[in-house]
């Protein structure tokens, strides 16, 4: 009788664990911008239309570093950028790795040029149909960020 209990014990206490390992996970991950591939975002938008916020930056870049570290860990920035956006994150100077996009063939680089980008950081905001709207370049805090953002998105989605 003894045994029975402390395997429905050690059950009960697995199953708690458990429950709480997977809450701290999603906790955990809501907590991050959910970066996608630009591969990703384009096959998102198509199941499921949603602007895309594209990240574009360079390894050597101090204030792409910075913005990662301040601005994208913001839980205000998270939350707005998660729930308003496909998040992309794409290296300007990135050539290894082959995009398909619109009939044609780029790279992270060549893909950053097609849109224009000279200066980093630099955040390209799509429509859901996947054409640029817009260029947000430049390092900015978390509330200046948001404040510049959330008006993007107001004006185009009138």
């Known amino acids: 009788m003894h045994e029975i209990t402390l395997m429905n014990t050690l059950k009960n206490s697995l199953c708690i664990l458990l429950f709480l390992f997977s809450s701290v996970s999603a906790a955990f991950a809501q907590d991050q911008i959910h970066w996608l591939t630009f ?12 602007m895309v916020f594209v990240d574009v930056y360079t390894d050597w870049c101090g204030w792409c570093k910075k913005m990662d570290k ?35 063939t780029y790279t992270e680089a060549s893909i950053a040029r097609a849109m224009r980008v000279s200066s980093y950081p630099n955040f390209i905001i799509m429509d859901a149909s996947m054409e640029n709207i817009t260029q947000y370049p430049g390092y900015r805090k978390p509330e200046p960020f948001l404040e510049g953002l959330t008006g993007i998105l107001d004006r185009f989605m009138k």
């Open 70 to 104: 301040e601005t994208f860990t913001d839980p205000a920035v998270v939350a707005y950028i998660n729930s308003n956006f496909y998040a992309v994150k794409l290296n300007a100077e990135k050539t290894d790795r082959e995009i398909k996009f619109k009939g044609q």
């Open 39 to 50: 591969e990703e975002a384009v096959v998102k938008t198509g199941q499921q239309p949603k």
